[in-house]
């Protein structure tokens, strides 16, 4: 019996990522299913990857700002996944946005955009390694990564205000802007950046070995 790992995604786009995250996933033996708000949920769910996209909607977390873009009926669909993976001991993992969404599954507030913080330096943006990240100490990032610092590329523009109930920070850049959080007793994890546009990168790939070892079936 295979993992059955659920991608998530958006019913446009989205593809290019799942794409480099069934590759990296097929180095440990694992053929994920990727799942979008117009598909039916799978009956069983070993692991969920929420992966990056479009904005969260501000009214999922208690905003009034407005977004140029966001998804409902995928933040709904992610919600739901996430509750059901959360139930049953599942491992989640998330991206970009899908780190968002699980600090928005603990109860906590996003910046709707960077642009509007007041920052001591520009904030980057590019796919390719440009952002200066450092792993907080003793943490599950810390241990998997076994590297206090690294550089990632830096796609998002929404950013987690306040942390979720029983999360904590593993990871900050330059200006503060958290960059990785994790639940404190299991693998609940998610990163800023995108480590699926990284395989060359051992540290990276290490972050998906990890989430695929949490699973049980």
């Not at 060359?200 to 049980?216: A, D, G, M, T």
Request: hydrophobic share 40%.
């Amino acid at each position: 019996m295979g993992k059955r790992v659920v991608v998530t995604g958006s019913n446009k786009g989205s593809r290019t990522a799942f794409a480099f995250i069934k590759l990296i996933l097929s180095f440990y033996g694992v053929k994920p299913i990727f799942v979008t708000p117009k598909e039916k949920i799978p009956s069983r769910l070993d692991a969920l990857l929420i992966s990056g996209g479009v904005d969260i909607c501000p009214d999922t977390y208690g905003g009034k700002e407005s977004v140029a873009r966001c998804e409902k009926e995928r933040d709904n669909l992610e919600l739901e996944l996430m509750q059901r993976a959360f139930e049953v001991g599942a491992p989640i993992f998330g991206i970009c946005r899908g780190m968002q969404l699980i600090n928005v599954f603990f109860g906590g507030v996003l910046h709707p955009d960077i642009k509007d913080l007041d920052l001591n330096r520009p904030h980057p943006k590019s796919p390719f390694p440009v952002n200066d990240i450092e792993i907080v100490p003793k943490t599950r990032l810390h241990s998997i990564m076994q590297t206090s610092k690294i550089k990632a590329n830096a796609l998002h523009h929404q950013a987690v205000k306040s942390l979720g109930d029983g999360l904590r920070v593993n990871a900050k850049d330059a200006n503060g802007l958290i960059q990785g959080i994790e639940y404190e007793n299991r693998f609940i994890m998610g990163v800023q950046w995108h480590p699926e546009f990284m395989p060359y990168s051992l540290p990276q790939r290490r972050l998906f070995k990890s989430f695929v070892n949490e699973i049980v079936i």
